[in-house]
């Protein structure tokens, strides 16, 4: 058995480093940066929780290594194998021409990424009592720290219609690309983030911030909206990108410090939210009043909140466009 597993990680690892960079929401240092950042800003209680959870890979994919970065990189992996089924997991639409998030129309058939964010950090609050819940928490834990990653790039925060940017054929750096390979990875590049050389380049300045602040969701997820409709999608001049366009260097000089900027905000918000499952202050009896609701009147104003989501329909075909890597 110990012998099958060791084939098994050998494959993953190779599986890993073959697979293209654009299969990953800021490329796999982006992710990795997020993860690794993250667990600079816990407490001791909560690393030891951290690496206790990650033991549990082994009952997930015989995996329990307690590099939390490489971790973070296995949703990517599982949404084209083992777990196809969560691939709309990995972004949320929003119809063109709309400024305000709406989660029952947005998000009606329970797919996407504020649900997979959600269903993560409730199955990291339970008790686990055997092998299956186990390898449950395992996944969870991985999904939740790419999740969060996902969440502060702003094209998996935006429109159906354009597939988040990947029906947009641009040119950058003079090569063809489309925009929302743009932000997933070639931006991290020309930023000159790399890991694990640029873990201390994200981790906060000066005393390290409390990693028990806010961790309501639903702000975060409006900000990302508003860079992408603001600025990934447009030019400097706010003329709307289109496909055949060419970016300039002032796009990409405004762009470049919004990426570190996500970037550093995702690994603040990924330990805030490890910090409060890791103490026992996040349960499912006040997930949703912690986590889900807008904080602030004016985040009441712009996120529209349904009194009740429709359920999930088991074996749906799904229609139409999705963004997606």
Request: glycine residues 8%.
């Amino acid at each position: 058995m110990r012998y099958i597993r060791l084939i098994y990680l050998s494959f993953c690892l190779s599986f890993w480093a073959l697979w293209p960079a654009s299969a990953f929401a800021w490329g796999k240092p982006g992710h990795q940066l997020v993860c690794s950042v993250a667990e600079t800003q816990l407490d001791a209680t909560s690393r030891q929780w951290l690496k206790t959870t990650l033991a549990l890979g082994e009952f997930l994919d015989g995996n329990g290594s307690d590099n939390f970065a490489d971790a973070c990189l296995w949703a990517d992996v599982a949404k084209y194998s083992s777990h196809r089924d969560s691939y709309e997991l990995h972004f949320i639409n929003i119809p063109a021409g709309i400024e305000t998030i709406d989660l029952a129309r947005d998000c009606a058939a329970m797919d996407c990424l504020t649900v997979g964010i959600r269903r993560s950090l409730v199955y990291l609050s339970q008790d686990s009592h055997g092998k299956r819940e186990d390898a449950r928490k395992a996944a969870a834990l991985r999904y939740l720290g790419h999740l969060v990653g996902d969440l502060h790039q702003p094209l998996h925060v935006s429109h159906e219609e354009d597939w988040g940017g990947n029906k947009i054929k641009i040119t950058g750096f003079g090569a063809p690309t489309n925009l929302h390979s743009l932000w997933d990875v070639i931006l991290v590049n020309q930023a000159g983030l790399s890991y694990p050389a640029s873990i201390n380049r994200l981790k906060p300045k000066g005393p390290r911030a409390p990693a028990t602040d806010s961790v309501q969701i639903m702000p975060w997820l409006q900000h990302s909206f508003e860079l992408a409709r603001t600025t990934a999608y447009r030019h400097t001049n706010g003329q709307l990108i289109v496909s055949g366009d060419g970016l300039n260097a002032a796009y990409i000089a405004r762009a470049l410090p919004m990426v570190e900027g996500q970037l550093t905000s995702a690994a603040h918000h990924l330990a805030s939210l490890l910090t409060q499952v890791a103490n026992g202050r996040l349960t499912v009896d006040t997930m949703d009043s912690l986590v889900f609701k807008p904080e602030r009147a004016h985040d009441r104003d712009s996120i529209k909140f349904p009194h009740e989501l429709p359920e999930p329909v088991a074996s749906m075909e799904k229609s139409g466009p999705t963004t997606g890597p």
